[in-house]
Nanobody, 119 residues
């Protein structure tokens, strides 16, 4: 299983970006997906997550600005980020709890993508 993240970049404060994370491989089911972010010297933070039933959850600092959604047919999770602030600058990583074939469910991680918000 591979998770391929994309969509990071440099944007001015108030701007928008869309991150995507596509999973490939012999995936039999996806239990949940999430986006994390980390800045140097700080712990990784769960920004947004979505269950297999498409119920989203957000950290307070991004509520009303970020939207997580999933395309089940494409095994892809997206994070729409708007009204970006300099404090949103971080490396964003996606994670999925999924099942491969008949095996147990496990957490898989995509590579990080840098989001930089200039003031």
């Amino acid at each position: 299983v591979q998770l391929q993240a994309s969509g990071g970049g440099l944007v001015q404060a108030g701007g928008s970006l869309r991150l995507s994370c596509a999973a490939s491989g012999s995936i039999s089911s996806i239990n949940g997906m999430g986006w994390y972010r980390q800045v140097p010297g700080k712990e990784r933070e769960l920004v947004a997550s979505i269950t297999s039933g498409l119920v989203p959850s957000y950290v307070d600092s991004v509520k009303g600005r970020f939207t997580i959604f999933m395309d089940k047919a494409k095994n892809t999770v997206y994070l729409d980020m708007s009204s970006l602030k300099p404090e949103d600058t971080a490396v964003y990583s996606c994670a999925m709890n999924l099942r491969v074939g008949f095996g147990p469910s496990s957490q898989y991680w995509g590579q990080g993508t840098q989001v930089t918000v200039s003031s």
